[in-house]
């Protein structure tokens, strides 16, 4: 089994190319200053939106396609704590993450799915988890990726697999992360992104290109 799930992974970074892209950041003044008290910041499950085309729609349920945009939304989490493990916190713990599957318990102890969550008060999405920040975020994207190379995501993120050749844009994702301060329910980090990948590309890499490029803009590196 892990060695097909390499073997995905490996086939599904073929063909990949950067195309025009932009994003929007913005980081609060009060930041530093708010950051300075954060233990602990709790990554919660995207909100995504999966587009199909028309001959993959007839063949998805409504709850099917549900079922599939949840489990991107946990991908894109997991993916999210793994890049912000090895990048904010290589060299020292500079605020602990608290672990996904925790997250998950706690909010599906509440019934709170990943579509409801932007709706509730940070601060009390802070206290409901126990931690002192929270990141929320969105993506949508064209095109779906398939069950084994959702299971192998987790993988594939400790690789940094430079991208390898390509031609034109097949699928676009777009991105919107926030980072909230859990005491005030301040929005202390604001990042907003489109990127489009070359033939053969899906969901897979678009939530790695995402994560790493978002994990780069972190203040919390900047502590």
């Not at 063949?59 to 549900?66: A, F």
């Not at 904010?88 to 500079?94: C, L």
């Not at 509730?120 to 126990?130: H, R, S, V």
């Not at 590309?201 to 502590?223: C, M, V």
Request: charged share 15%; net charge positive; glycine share 6%.
């Amino acid at each position: 089994m892990r060695s097909a799930l390499w073997g995905i992974a490996a086939l599904v970074v073929l063909g990949l190319s950067s195309c025009n892209h932009s994003r929007n950041i913005y980081t609060s003044p009060a930041f530093q200053a708010a950051a300075q008290h954060h233990k602990t910041i709790a990554i919660l499950p995207f909100d995504v939106q999966v587009g199909l085309r028309p001959n993959q729609m007839r063949r998805l349920t409504p709850e099917q396609l549900y079922a599939l945009e949840l489990q991107h939304g946990k991908a894109v989490q997991s993916a999210f704590q793994i890049h912000f493990l090895n990048k904010i916190n290589r060299n020292r713990e500079k605020i602990a993450v608290q672990d996904v599957n925790l997250t998950n318990s706690i909010l599906k102890e509440h019934d709170l799915q990943p579509e409801e969550l932007q709706a509730i008060p940070a601060a009390e999405l802070a206290q409901l988890l126990g931690v002192d920040a929270v990141l929320v975020g969105s993506l949508t994207t064209e095109k779906p990726v398939s069950t084994a190379v959702a299971a192998a995501i987790a993988v594939y993120t400790l690789l940094y697999t430079p991208y390898i050749g390509g031609s034109g844009p097949t699928n676009t994702g777009n991105t919107m992360m926030r980072i909230y301060d859990g005491a005030s329910g301040d929005l202390l980090w604001s990042y907003d992104k489109m990127l489009s990948r070359g033939i053969g590309s899906d969901t897979h890499h678009i939530i790695k290109a995402i994560t790493r490029k978002a994990t780069r803009q972190l203040p919390y590196a900047k502590r």
